[in-house]
């Protein structure tokens, strides 16, 4: 009889931990499957958040506003990159043999290879919301722009020639978290020749 009460016991504190442990993960173990077919979990977002924090993604990638601290993120707009609303300017080319310029909120960039425009990796379809994992892979691992093998090199200051060392794993946890972003349609420029700059 004290052996039944014992197993009992046990049995209803071991199912009272697996249900405990099964709401407390409630969230992690949800699926989220997109149009493109890609799979992934909250905590692939949460880790992807942090890596793209980490990695400075939102140097070149996110627009800035400009107030008293300087430039701050314009978390309306996080992600988005170089806005296509935003004019260029004319650039005094005879210094591109000596610097690299970087426009004010930091989503341009001119040198000798002409103007590079940062571009939207939020999931609207003007950033990667129709790219499948496959397309950001090559694109991180091979420096091609959106990810197409045939498609034309990515350019600088883009640091891909560092991120394709990044992990597989770490590679789809950031794609799951720009999967999850706010969509923010914006159309970034396409890069410009140091001719047209003048």
């Not at 609303?85 to 650039?91: A, G, L, R, S």
């Not at 091979?142 to 020639?161: A, F, I, S, V």
Request: one cysteine or more; proline letters at 8%; aromatic letters at 8%.
């Amino acid at each position: 009889m004290k052996n039944s009460a014992v197993i009992m016991a046990s049995l209803a504190l071991s199912l009272s931990c697996a249900l405990i442990c099964c709401q407390g993960n409630h969230g992690d173990a949800e699926i989220i499957t997109d149009e493109t077919g890609f799979s992934y979990t909250p905590a692939q977002v949460r880790h992807g958040d942090y890596l793209v924090t980490s990695m400075g993604c939102d140097d070149c990638h996110s627009p800035k506003n400009f107030g008293p601290n300087g430039p701050e993120l314009d978390l309306d707009r996080r992600l988005s990159g170089h806005p296509s609303t935003m004019p260029i300017p004319k650039v005094d080319t005879s210094v591109l043999g000596s610097w690299v310029l970087l426009g004010f909120t930091g989503t341009s960039a001119v040198g000798p290879w002409g103007a590079s425009f940062s571009a939207n990796i939020t999931s609207d379809a003007t950033g990667v919301g129709n790219w499948k994992f496959e397309n950001f892979k090559t694109a991180l691992r091979e420096g091609k722009y959106k990810g197409q093998k045939n498609g034309r090199d990515l350019l600088p200051p883009m640091p891909w020639t560092q991120y394709k060392h990044l992990s597989d794993e770490d590679l789809r946890d950031i794609f799951a978290f720009l999967k999850s972003t706010k969509p923010v349609e914006n159309k970034v420029p396409a890069p410009r020749p140091i001719a047209d700059l003048r």
